[in-house]
């Protein structure tokens, strides 16, 4: 009956031109009285915070199913395709997932962003990665969020099929290194030292019993100010 009563509710919201649903129309739609919402939920904020852990199991779900390939860069583009396919394919549940109203993030919303740390990580591993994972993470989760909630919530304005696509590279090439040649050395480029860096970090934090605690931490520290240092 839960399921039933949620899967109800998103129905509505999809069809609310005002983006609001009455707990009577819920009770309606699965042929119950109010009693049974009341016990289940406690009252209509109960019902949609419930949605949206509904909506982030979901979310995570597809994550979660989602088999590492050989190449990250290409696990990457595939995580941002798949958050805005769940953002178009499931719009009211998306539009409160990322509401500004909710007091405290749910923690599917932390795990989200470890799972794409994961996959950012593993780009840093591999020397693809030019910018800090934790930084990265927080630019490629801003835009992707950006995007959807726009497609979601002003599809009117926002008309461009290509748009999604555009965003996401325009993104990940401020984060991934770009394809170099030997005609693109620079003596006083620092792009490639700062990917050392960066790879390094990623593979010690992989593989911390290489050294011992307090000197991994040191290294950890050396390599974050070289990282850091981009000018």
């Not at 779900?61 to 583009?77: F, G, I, M, Y």
């Not at 325009?170 to 860096?197: K, M």
Request: one cysteine or more; hydrophobic letters at 45%; glycine letters at 6%.
């Amino acid at each position: 009956m839960r399921t039933r009563m949620l899967d109800a509710a998103e129905e509505l919201l999809d069809a609310s031109p005002d983006r609001d649903i009455a707990t009577r129309a819920v009770c309606d739609a699965v042929g119950v009285g109010a009693p049974v919402l009341y016990r289940l939920f406690g009252d209509k904020n109960g019902l949609l915070s419930a949605l949206v852990d509904y909506g982030f199991d979901r979310y995570l779900a597809t994550k979660r199913a989602a088999a590492p390939s050989a190449d990250p860069v290409v696990d990457l583009r595939n995580g941002w395709d798949t958050h805005v396919e769940f953002a178009t394919a499931h719009p009211a549940v998306y539009r409160l997932m990322f509401s500004p109203g909710f007091a405290t993030v749910p923690s599917a919303a932390q795990e989200a962003m470890r799972l794409l740390r994961e996959v950012l990580d593993r780009c840093a591993a591999a020397g693809l990665l030019r910018v800090d994972p934790d930084a990265a993470a927080q630019m490629i989760m801003s835009a992707n969020i950006g995007v959807a909630l726009n497609l979601v919530t002003q599809p009117e304005n926002y008309l461009d099929p290509q748009l999604s696509r555009r965003v996401r590279d325009a993104v990940h090439a401020a984060v991934l290194t770009p394809e170099r040649t030997d005609d693109d050395h620079d003596p006083d480029d620092r792009g490639p030292l700062v990917v050392a860096a960066l790879q390094l970090a990623a593979v010690l934090r992989d593989r911390p019993a290489e050294l011992g605690e307090p000197e991994t931490a040191l290294l950890l520290h050396w390599l974050g100010t070289l990282a850091g240092r981009t000018r």
